[in-house]
């Protein structure tokens, strides 16, 4: 399923843009866009894709998006059934990378948000009383002056740099980079994984990558990435998958062997280990998209804001 890019309208008397988004269900199809997104439930349920994960939100879900990952919310059924009683509505926050200057990013209080960013190109589903947080923020951000709403989402982010209330959703091998950068050690490891996850990869070949001793190496990657080595090539591994069990009509032994397992056994059970279901489940469920507003091809935002052009 490929992805539409989106342009999202900017308002020119704004830094960034704040809305509310309501109708019978979210209509918006599998999609990617330049600009950051947080988006937070406020009514309905349904099935949430971020890149390769897959997962059900409910009222109250809060995510946060990097540029260009695609992304789609779909309401569960009954949502298209036309039921009075049922509506979808989100509150999101729309900002591009370098909307408060590009010197703003250079301060050194500001690292905290540089990393932020960064992982935030995974999508993060934020949790406990870190959402509770930020979603009474974004409720009352809608009235606020211009100031006050700046200063409310810088509240956002230190609320969120402070936090470990989160979960990465894209993996890596999605991506086709790694997580936040740790050193560049571990950033010249993470991109020889990346180049090379397709085939077998050793402990001792990695170590050395690192020009460390395996069982140094073995340690200090857990500390940082916080699962084994073997846990995350394999994550990078499933990542790459997902993404082509989605694009392509290949079959799925085919699939595995491209991404480097020797064995659709092996294949099938990390699988599920880290998507809670099969690669067939996968590409079925990956195709899932929502029924099309009108015939324009448009997005339609069901709010007081314009509608939204697909590229």
């Keep these: 399923m490929k992805a ?11 830094s960034f843009i704040i809305f509310k988004e309501e109708g019978p269900f979210f209509p918006c199809p599998w999609h990617y866009h330049s600009e950051y997104e947080l988006v937070l439930v406020n009514k309905s349920t349904g099935v949430r894709q971020v890149g390769d994960h897959i997962g059900y939100f409910m009222e109250g879900d809060l995510v946060l998006m990097g540029p260009s990952l695609p992304h789609l919310w779909t309401n569960d059924p009954q949502y298209f059934k036309g039921k009075a009683n049922l509506t979808a509505e989100a509150t999101v926050i729309h900002f591009v990378e370098n909307f408060l200057g590009k010197e703003f990013y250079n301060l050194p209080e500001i690292e905290p948000i540089n990393n932020l960013l960064k992982l935030s ?5 934020i949790r406990g009383k870190t959402r509770d947080k930020i979603a009474a923020l974004m409720q009352d951000m809608q009235t606020m002056s211009g100031i006050q709403r700046l200063a409310s ?3 956002i982010f230190d609320i969120l740099c402070a936090s470990n209330e989160y979960e990465l959703l894209a993996s890596p091998g999605y991506l086709k980079h790694g997580l936040l950068d740790c050193s560049d050690k571990f950033s ?6 990346l180049r090379n996850f397709d085939h077998d990869i050793t402990l001792n070949e990695v170590a050395s990558v690192a020009n460390m001793a395996v069982s140094t190496f073995c340690n200090y990657f857990k500390e940082h990435y916080r699962v084994t080595f073997v846990e995350y090539l394999n994550k990078v ?3 790459h998958a997902c993404k082509l069990l989605a694009e392509l009509d290949e079959n799925v032994v085919e699939i595995a062997y491209k991404c480097g397992f020797n064995n659709l ?10 998507k809670n279901m099969t690669p067939s489940e ?4 990956s195709n899932v998209n929502v029924p099309q507003v009108g015939s324009t091809g448009r997005w339609l ?3 007081n804001r314009t509608t939204v052009e697909c590229a």
């Excluded at 056994?265 to 880290?274: E, G, L, T």
């Excluded at 996968?282 to 469920?285: D, F, I, K």
Aim: hydrophobic share 40%; charged share 25%.
């Design 4 to 14: 539409l890019q989106y342009h999202i309208p900017l308002e020119l008397d704004k």
């Design 121 to 125: 190109k995974h999508g993060m589903v």
């Design 153 to 155: 989402l810088l509240s």
């Design 188 to 193: 010249k490891v993470n991109a020889y994984i």
């Design 237 to 239: 591994r499933v990542g």
């Design 265 to 274: 056994a092996n294949f099938n059970r990390q699988f599920r280990k880290i």
């Design 282 to 285: 996968y590409r079925r469920t």
């Design 301 to 303: 935002v069901i709010s």
